[in-house]
């Protein structure tokens, strides 16, 4: 059942696509390098940096929102194809369709659900580094809209399949 949808033709859907994965792998250097800094510096200077933690921890979040949005482009979540593999392709199709359907849902509501979290507890300031926690929220609300943005492409990329009358598996577009 995994299908990728690569970069379109679009300039707009490139630039969006290397701009996402850009900013995952920034989070994931800053976390990385933040982590492996402080840890040089705690066991070869007993001298670490107090606000080094909690930064990994934020990048970490931000991270983890903004993969989960890349992971449903590429068709890279957890799945068990077994029973799957073995109905007829129209039918799977049908299926992927209803799937897009009920994340596009959950992705709506985890988008409230954030916004709501980033109104109530926003004004506060992180332990040790002062930072805004609007900031930190705001992941879940800014993860959410990528991921509805994911969605909406492989929604529309199996529309399109459907209304072609093929359920390829391949890439679509």
């Known amino acids: 059942m995994t299908q990728t949808v690569t970069a379109t033709p679009f300039s707009l859907w490139r630039h969006y696509d290397a701009a996402t994965t850009g900013l995952l792998a920034l989070s994931g250097a800053a976390m990385f390098g933040i982590a492996i800094v402080n840890a040089l510096l705690r066991y070869l200077f007993d001298a670490p940096l107090i606000w080094a933690e909690e930064i990994a921890r934020y990048a970490m979040v931000w991270g983890t929102m903004i993969g989960v949005a890349l992971a449903y482009r590429g068709g890279m979540h957890v799945a068990v194809t077994l029973l799957v593999d ?19 849902a959950v992705a709506i509501l985890i ?3 954030g916004h709501i979290l980033g109104g109530m507890l926003g004004g506060l300031q992180g ?18 809209a990528m991921l509805l943005i994911e969605i909406l492409r492989r929604l529309w990329a199996d529309l399109r399949l459907l209304r072609r009358g093929t359920a390829s598996r391949g890439v679509a577009s």
Not at 91 to 99: S, V
Not at 129 to 137: D, L
């Open 86 to 104: 073995m109905i007829p392709e129209k039918t799977q199709l049908m299926l992927r369709l209803a799937c897009h359907v009920i994340s596009l």
């Open 127 to 144: 332990p040790s580094s002062g930072i805004a926690m609007v900031w930190i929220y705001s992941a879940i609300p800014v993860g959410a």
């Open 111 to 113: 988008f409230r659900s």
